[in-house]
T-cell receptor, first 108, second 118 residues
Framework: AQRVTQPEKLLSVFKGAPVELKCNYSYSGSPELFWYVQYSRQRLQLLLRHISRESIKGFTADLNKGETSFHLKKPFAQEEDSAMYYC??????????FGQGTRLTINP | DVKVTQSSRYLVKRTGEKVFLECVQDMDHENMFWYRQDPGLGLRLIYFSYDVKMKEKGDIPEGYSVSREKKERFSLILESASTNQTSMYLCASFFWPVRTGGRNTEAFFGQGTRLTVV
C-alpha cells in the first residue's frame, strides 16, 4: 500500500527563520516523491520532484530511503512562502497519493 | 500551457440527486485522477484512469463512479449524493514521459469544484 504522512497540520515561523515541513512515506517499491504547493486562491501546483534534485524558490528536499522521509526545507523563510504544502508519492500502477497537507504561515 | 478544466466552480445539489463532475484536459495525457480535498484530511484519491475506458479505484471510491469514454475527459459521478460528500473536488492529469524515465513528470490540476449537498 502507498501512504504519505505529514505529521504537522499547521506550521508557523518568522520571516528569515529556517523552515522544515515533514513528510514520511510507506511504499515497498522505489517511490517517486513530490512536493506540491497551493497558494491562496490558486491551483495546486508542483513545487519540486525528488528525481530532479532541484532547488525551487529556495526549497530543497532529500529522499531518505532509510528513514522513508522526504522533508522539505528552506533556510530562510519569506512571507510569500505562506501556503498549503502537500507531499505526494507515485508508486505502482500510476497511482498518485497525497498526504494530509501542512499549512505554512510565515509571520513578518 | 497545460489546461485542466473542471466544468463548475460551485455546485449545490440535493441529497439523493445524481451528480456529474466533468474534467477536460488538453495535453493528451494518459493518466487522470479525481481527488477530494478536506481540511485536515488532505487530498484523498477517489478514482484514477490510465487509459480510455480504464479505471482503478483509489482509496475512497465508495459512493462514486467514473467514466472515461474519451482520452481528454474524465467524469466523476455521485450516484446518489449525500451530505458527507460535501467537499472540494479536484481533477488532475498526469504526464509521465517514458523517454526521460519520468524525469519531468508532473500532475496538473483543475481549479476545483466546491460541491455542497443539502
Amino acid at each position: 500500500a502507498q501512504r504519505v504522512t505529514q505529521p504537522e497540520k499547521l506550521l508557523s515561523v518568522f520571516k528569515g527563520a529556517p523552515v522544515e515541513l515533514k513528510c514520511n512515506y510507506s511504499y515497498s517499491g522505489s517511490p517517486e516523491l513530490f512536493w506540491y504547493v497551493q497558494y491562496s486562491r490558486q491551483r495546486l501546483q508542483l513545487l519540486l520532484r525528488h528525481i530532479s534534485r532541484e532547488s525551487i524558490k529556495g526549497f530543497t528536499a532529500d529522499l531518505n530511503k532509510g528513514e522513508t522521509s522526504f522533508h522539505l526545507k528552506k533556510p530562510f523563510a519569506q512571507e510569500e512562502d505562506s501556503a498549503m504544502y502537500y507531499c505526494a508519492l507515485r508508486g505502482g500502477a500510476q497511482k498518485l497519493v497525497f498526504g494530509q497537507g501542512t499549512r505554512l504561515t510565515i509571520n513578518p | 500551457d497545460v489546461k485542466v478544466t473542471q466544468s463548475s466552480r460551485y455546485l449545490v445539489k440535493r441529497t439523493g440527486e445524481k451528480v456529474f463532475l466533468e474534467c477536460v484536459q488538453d495535453m493528451d495525457h494518459e493518466n487522470m485522477f479525481w481527488y477530494r480535498q478536506d481540511p485536515g484530511l488532505g487530498l484523498r484519491l477517489i478514482y484514477f484512469s490510465y487509459d480510455v475506458k480504464m479505471k482503478e479505484k483509489g482509496d475512497i471510491p465508495e459512493g462514486y463512479s467514473v467514466s472515461r469514454e474519451k482520452k481528454e475527459r474524465f467524469s466523476l459521478i455521485l450516484e446518489s449524493a449525500s451530505t458527507n460528500q460535501t467537499s472540494m473536488y479536484l481533477c488532475a492529469s498526469f504526464f509521465w514521459p517514458v523517454r526521460t524515465g519520468g524525469r519531468n513528470t508532473e500532475a496538473f490540476f483543475g481549479q476545483g469544484t466546491r460541491l455542497t449537498v443539502v
